[in-house]
């Protein structure tokens, strides 16, 4: 390698070093110590690399990526907890008889960090707007509570069917767990157009399903949708996005509808549609999300 070639990959070395350095630096949440640490110790192994004239190579920079991850979570953990407290679905000030105390900042972190795989976190990197969701395990009723105390909503039939997944799936009125990870949360996005069911199945077998990320269940989206009206951008005002229902992992329901959700005439609507139909303004949108 010439003079000028290490002189120009020392530079870009430099860069990314730099970046790492002001990430810590400008982040005012206080993050776990072991990321700090983790941190702190991927710097200076790779400036003393760099002193010794050491070959510096992608994966030594692998802290950098993580640290931008957990400041992510902890930037986001506050707004995701504010979202719970209409409708009292979870409120720490006042708490419910019998319901399982929410996940600290560093619990959430070092579950994710434990239980994402790394192609998981590949997923999350494609979202173009990743939304940290904090969610507890609990019935649709009380998610429901939740957003109409932000926003009147429509329900068409689809309580009953969901109420159906939540006895299958034992999920009560209490909250009796916790799940964490990352939904898509843009706005407005292309709807796809064809048969329903066919675009399910190619939804099934695409590479994002593959990786270890699921289509977002009614739950997750009734939270999405509560934390994108009160920042103003209510999503899905053009388009719908299809929904599996909570604790169940098929997409078309037991009742052989699909449950989708939308904004419509100023009120969030959920209703279904016929795997059989076509339709022209579908959307898959996806989750990465683990239990606590």
Do not use: H
């Not at 070093?17 to 790779?46: C, F, Q, S, T, Y």
């Not at 949360?185 to 399910?200: A, P, Y």
């Not at 699921?214 to 999503?235: A, D, Q, V």
Request: proline share 3%; charged share 35%; glycine share 8%.
């Amino acid at each position: 390698m010439s003079a000028a070639q290490e002189k120009l990959e020392d530079a870009q070395i430099q860069e990314r070093i730099n970046e790492a350095e002001d990430a810590l630096k400008n982040e005012k949440v206080k993050l776990p110590d072991d990321v700090l640490r983790n941190a702190i110790n991927g710097i200076k192994n790779i400036k003393e690399k760099l002193e010794k004239r050491l070959p510096v190579y992608e994966s030594d920079f692998d802290f950098v990526e993580e640290l931008k991850f957990v400041i992510n979570i902890g930037q986001q953990y506050n707004g995701a907890m504010e979202n719970l407290k209409g409708g009292d679905l979870y409120n720490p000030e006042k708490p419910i008889k019998g319901d399982e105390k929410a996940p600290t900042m560093e619990e959430a972190i070092s579950t994710l960090q434990a239980k994402l795989t790394k192609e998981q976190k590949e997923v999350i990197a494609q979202m173009k707007n990743p939304v940290l969701l904090v969610k507890p395990i609990t019935t649709c009723k009380r998610f429901a509570e939740n957003l109409n105390s932000v926003k009147k909503i429509v329900f068409n039939n689809r309580e009953s069917e969901w109420a159906e997944n939540e006895k299958d799936a034992k999920i009560t009125d209490k909250i009796t767990g916790w799940e964490v990870g990352f939904v898509e949360g843009e706005q407005e996005l292309d709807g796809k157009e064809g048969i329903l069911g066919d675009l399910i199945t190619e939804w099934q077998n695409g590479n994002l399903a593959k990786k270890g990320s699921k289509l977002i269940t009614s739950n997750e989206y009734m939270l999405l949708m509560s934390k994108s009206i009160r920042k103003g951008t209510p999503i899905d005002k053009e388009n719908w996005s299809v929904l599996r229902g909570e604790g169940r992992e098929e997409i078309i329901g037991k009742d052989g509808r699909v449950s989708l959700g939308f904004w419509n005439d100023d009120e969030p609507y959920f209703g279904d549609y016929d795997p059989d139909d076509r339709c022209d303004s579908a959307w898959f949108r996806f989750a990465v999300m683990v239990k606590i």
